[in-house]
């Protein structure tokens, strides 16, 4: 392990390395004494030392039975909390826990903890001890104290105290007004009390007995930026069992401002974790934000504190360990007026406080928003996110924006609107004590009362749209209403709820109509049964059964539990040969074949970063799609995208690698590699650059008519993964991709048709188009080596350049990406009703693994 480093110039030496400062180990059992006595001739004698004996070892065993149960039966609790100290100054050396003046005011502090819980008939009898962990500067130059208390309690107690804990008059003792607690006899030493706020502490620290601790402080100044970063980042990764703190302290009337600037952690967050509070200490009520998995630099994560401290916390557990995190911070002075006012003319912009940094905790602001007399005010917005764990979007109780009286949380999308029926309208932001989110990025505009959409079509939730867009059966407006009333045409299937769907939509799999009338009468099976993959149709009740009622384990296939069947093209085969029923088993978290091979060599398609051109689409961020390859031609650029399947191949579309008259391009020699790139000629760190050692293309390929478009790449040396360059997992045969299905697809092809090729990498979500449909819409062309995509109203799409790509499908069970297609070809690009066509990657399973070992 690497040794722990202690940042900047203003850190502390770790006060010591020992745990049980904060994390007490569990009391340890006793041993029982033995009592022997030597046996004497006399009977008498023997008897009667006999029956001392057996009594006392009754009564000694009773004794250790009794004590070694209230022993084991205890449960450690902790308490952190603040509380402001109205009459001492704070100076400069309580910031240093090692200094006489910390030690002794601490010492104050936590005696004076004995008397607070002494008001707590609960607490009183089973608190151990307190210890200050650290002081802080107040807004008025008093001091804050942030201590944690220590109880240990009987099981059978356990969930009174947690009640008194979370009761902040039990756990701290009368919370208005101020409290005298005097110090002994000594004038001067009774500390006036004016502000008690306390909590629990996460039961994952308190029971992390066998962590190592490790404590670090700064203090920030103005125009100074810090540095803070897990132990060993970034040359190690970060070493287990460890708690570490990072106290963050900014002069009075300021923020502390913290943004990651890199972090990549355990993807569970109850292994490990990173937790932001608005605090010195570990209060629940006072976390900002907890923290695990990858996030990209793109994606912004910058928090703000209410106050003048910020504490951050990581815990890691045994397994598993990470890069960590490195961040840095810097105080930014608290604005008197932040945000809210008086806003006015015919249009404007607002955001939450620090958009698009998280908003701080304990905000409040109210915008006057009017606009000129006679017209009419809406409010739009292009990102509202405010989420709090614990909080339901109907029912906003924590974080909340207010307008006109109606509360909103969670994530809306950006066509929301609201309108008022005046020239005014009132928008209130409210943050509470915990979790922060992005918040919100609005803008006001007045409009004519009698015009709301000038040239536009007005849906019901007061968003305008384009006129050509009503009745072409997609939503709108996002609520649907550009869809109503419709008079349907010939070329559309006519739903029972009124809308009107296109034809080609009827029976593909996908329920348009949203009362599924345009998936009825597709099949041959009733109400209340299933179909089976084979045509049969069995009772909907024998779905899950265990029995393989449909002969092809459709009915069994999308249950928890997976039966073992005849081999077919519907069952995963396992290494052993057996074959098993359940839908894509492979690497999804769960082992269903006996010798676990469905979750063996699953290193492959995890992008911890949670997301979101190419035709219609956006840039991609730093690491988004690790398994990204541009493929350039000597003295040409960027060709054609390719995707990692492990450290050594690449998987391409074979007409990328077909010679043409003037360029070799099916020659290894004249191809470049270009792993963990995001922009053209921008390459990171991260970046590497292979030659390529072998071509293979599929034998089948036939340049004509597109099928069988797919080729291997052998790099000529291993690539080390990094978090910009990892494998995709390659689908088993039998793995299915369902049309409707939502899929990615990527490249740095033309951003139209005869465009010129994107720079950054651009990525666009399509759907899976059923084969009938694709084939109907495509002249027959479509085999059933190619699989469609798109998007059938057009503007998004693969295009020239994306060719050789990925078209990544996430797995809803596992998370991870699995390549569905290699982007092949198309009629055009982006047009209406003319879907990408991709070589569906299942047919070639059992072709990779022979060819490359993959
Ligand atoms: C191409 O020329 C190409 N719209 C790739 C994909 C598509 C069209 C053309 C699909 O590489």
Redesign the pocket.
């Known amino acids: 392990m690497e040794p722990l480093r202690n940042g900047g110039k203003n850190s502390q030496k770790p006060p010591d390395d020992d745990p049980s400062e904060i994390f007490l180990p569990s009391p340890a059992g006793r041993k029982m004494e033995k009592n022997n006595l030597p046996c004497r001739t006399i009977t008498i004698v023997v008897i009667v030392v006999t029956i001392l004996a057996a009594l006392l070892a009754l009564t000694i065993g009773l004794l250790v039975w009794h004590f070694h149960l209230r022993t084991e039966s205890r449960v450690k609790k902790v308490i952190s909390g603040s509380m402001t100290i109205s009459n001492q100054r704070f100076s400069d050396s309580y910031e240093d826990s090692n200094s006489r003046q910390f030690k002794e005011l601490a010492l104050r502090v936590s005696e004076q903890m004995k008397g607070i819980y002494s008001h707590s008939p609960v607490l009183s009898k089973y608190y151990v001890k307190s210890s200050v962990q650290a002081f802080s500067e107040s807004s008025d130059n008093n001091v804050i104290a942030y201590y944690l208390s220590e109880f240990s309690v009987p099981v059978a107690q356990s969930s009174a105290v947690d009640k008194a804990i979370n009761s902040p008059e039990e756990a701290v003792g009368p919370k208005q007004g101020r409290m005298r607690l005097s110090l002994g006899r000594k004038p001067g030493s009774i500390l006036v009390i004016d502000k008690m706020m306390s909590g629990a502490v996460d039961a994952r620290l308190v029971n992390a007995t066998s962590r190592r601790h490790y404590k670090n402080a700064h203090h920030s100044h103005m125009g100074e930026l810090g540095t803070i970063e897990s132990p060993g980042f970034p040359n190690f990764h970060y070493p287990p069992n460890v708690y570490v703190e990072w106290q963050l302290r900014a002069d009075p009337a300021h923020r502390i401002r913290l943004e990651f600037t890199a972090l990549h952690l355990e993807k569970d967050c109850n292994n490990d974790f990173i937790k932001i509070y608005d605090s010195l200490v570990p209060t629940e009520k006072q976390v900002i934000a907890e923290k695990c998995g990858y996030y990209t630099p793109n994606e912004q994560l910058i928090y703000l504190s209410s106050g003048n401290v910020m504490l951050v916390t990581l815990v890691t557990n045994r397994e598993k360990n990470f890069p960590g995190f490195r961040a840095t911070y810097s105080q930014v002075p608290v604005k008197s007026q932040e945000c809210g006012g008086k806003l006015t003319g015919m249009n404007g912009t607002f955001t939450s406080p620090g958009f698009p940094s998280r908003y701080p905790p304990q905000i409040q602001c109210v915008w006057d928003i009017e606009v000129p007399a006679g017209k009419h005010v809406k409010v739009k917005f292009s990102k509202f996110s405010l989420h709090e764990p614990q909080q339901n979007s109907h029912h906003c109780t924590k974080d909340y924006l207010e307008i006109n009286n109606n509360r909103m949380c969670g994530e809306k999308s950006t066509s929301t609107v609201h309108s008022s029926r005046t020239n005014q309208i009132t928008v209130k932001f409210y943050s509470d004590m915990s979790y922060v989110d992005q918040g919100f990025s609005a803008e006001f505009e007045a409009f004519e009362p009698n015009d709301p959409c000038p040239g536009k079509f007005q849906c019901d939730n007061d968003v305008c749209v384009n006129p050509k867009l009503k009745c072409d059966g997609y939503d709108d407006c996002g609520d649907m209403s550009d869809e109503k009333n419709c008079v349907c045409e010939e070329f559309h299937v006519k739903c029972r709820n009124g809308f009107c769907k296109p034809k080609f939509w009827h029976c593909d799999g996908v329920n348009d109509c949203g009362d599924n009338t345009d998936e009825e009468n597709c099949g041959h099976c009733k109400a209340g049964e299933v179909a089976c993959r084979n045509g049969r149709c069995v009772p909907e009740y024998k779905k899950c059964d265990g029995h393989n009622d449909c002969g092809d384990g459709t009915d069994e296939s999308e249950c928890p539990k997976s039966v073992v069947l005849r081999c077919s093209e519907y069952t995963y085969k396992c290494k052993n040969n057996t074959c098993i029923s359940k839908q894509n088993p492979q690497c999804d978290g769960e082992q269903d074949c006996e010798d676990g091979s469905d979750e063996a060599d699953c290193e492959c398609g995890t992008r911890p970063y949670k997301s979101s051109r190419i ?1 219609g689409g956006e840039e991609s961020s730093e690491g988004e799609w690790p398994w990204q390859v541009s493929l350039h031609m000597k003295g040409q650029g960027h060709v ?1 995208g390719a995707s990692v399947i492990s450290n050594l191949w690449l998987v391409t579309a074979a007409h990328c690698v077909q010679d043409t008259e003037k360029l070799m391009y099916s020659q290894p020699g004249q191809w470049e590699a270009y792993l963990g790139l995001l922009t053209q000629g921008k390459a990171s760190t991260s970046t590497v650059q292979k030659s390529v050692k072998q071509i293979i293309s599929h034998p089948e390929y036939n340049p004509k008519t597109y099928d069988n478009d797919i080729a291997l790449m052998e790099l000529d040396s291993p690539v080390n993964f990094n978090q910009n360059i990892w494998p995709i997992c390659l689908p088993a045969a039998s793995h299915e991709f369902s049309a409707g299905q939502a899929v990615w697809i990527t490249g740095w ?1 033309t951003t139209r048709e005869d465009g010129s090729l994107a720079s950054v990498l651009q990525k666009a979500e399509v759907r899976i188009i059923n084969d009938t449909v694709c084939n109907q819409l495509m002249n027959d062309e479509i085999t059933p080596r190619m699989i469609c995509a ?1 998007v059938l109203a057009g503007g998004v ?7 050789g790509g990925p078209m990544s499908s996430v797995d809803p069970d596992s998370g991870r990406l699995f390549l569905a297609g290699v ?8 047009r209406k009703n ?1 879907p ?2 991709y070589t569906r990657v299942t047919k070639y399973r059992s072709w990779i693994q022979e060819e490359s070992g993959v």
């Not at 799409?797 to 060719?803: H, I, L, M, R």
């Open positions: 035709v054609c092809g798109g799409d693969a295009c020239q350049g994306d060719s982007v092949s070809w198309g009629d055009g690009c982006g003319r990408g066509v």
